[in-house]
């Protein structure tokens, strides 16, 4: 066990090395500035901008980058900070994802979420579903229906299914199968 150690500092080091750059939260925090709650250990934040991979990251053997080694990979790149086990830092993702159909989606105001003494912006519900639904797994499945569940779900139902058409098909199709919120 690591004694006296911030359990936010890889979240701290990731917001310095974005210095400024556009982000936003996903994931189960993004969830909890829903109120919607879930279980989740890690931080995940999005940014649409592949330049951030030209840079030079500090050198941290705590971090470790992926990029995407197939034209199918879902994303661009993953930078990660994982502790090992008994570490009480909150591991954390910066998720590098650059498509056209997500850059207005990003720009919508989403929930804040304070997480380590830090306010920040989680993306919007909209956005939230449509990176659930591109991202196709169980997980974001059930994260989907959690969502459908919310008062606002026939606002946000709504409005993803006028812009389907600017989706990929696999979102058309995934969101299809799905059905989210349709009562069985």
Do not use: C
């Not at 911030?6 to 982000?23: I, M, N």
């Not at 999005?46 to 990029?67: E, F, K, M």
């Not at 830092?89 to 304070?114: M, S």
């Amino acid at each position: 066990m690591i004694a006296h150690v911030d359990p936010f500092e890889f979240l701290k080091e990731a917001l310095a090395h974005l210095d400024g750059r556009f982000f936003r939260v996903i994931g189960g925090q993004a969830l909890g500035s829903l109120h919607l709650p879930r279980a989740t250990v890690d931080i995940d934040l999005l940014v649409d901008s592949p330049a951030l991979l030209s840079d030079s990251w500090p050198a941290n053997p705590d971090r470790a980058i992926r990029r995407a080694d197939s034209p199918l990979d879902p994303l661009d790149a993953v930078v990660e900070w994982w502790p090992d086990e008994g570490d009480p830092r909150v591991p954390v993702q910066v998720i590098v994802l650059n498509r056209p159909w997500l850059t207005e989606l990003l720009q919508q105001p989403g929930g804040k979420i304070e997480l380590g003494g830090v306010l920040l912006e989680a993306v919007s519900p909209v956005a939230l579903v449509v990176l659930k639904v591109y991202a196709g797994g169980p997980r974001d499945r059930a994260d989907v229906e959690l969502i459908a569940t919310h008062k606002d779900w026939p606002v946000w139902k709504a409005e993803i299914e006028r812009r389907m058409a600017q989706f990929p098909r696999k979102i058309q199709k995934t969101w299809a199968k799905w059905n989210p919120g349709a009562q069985e």
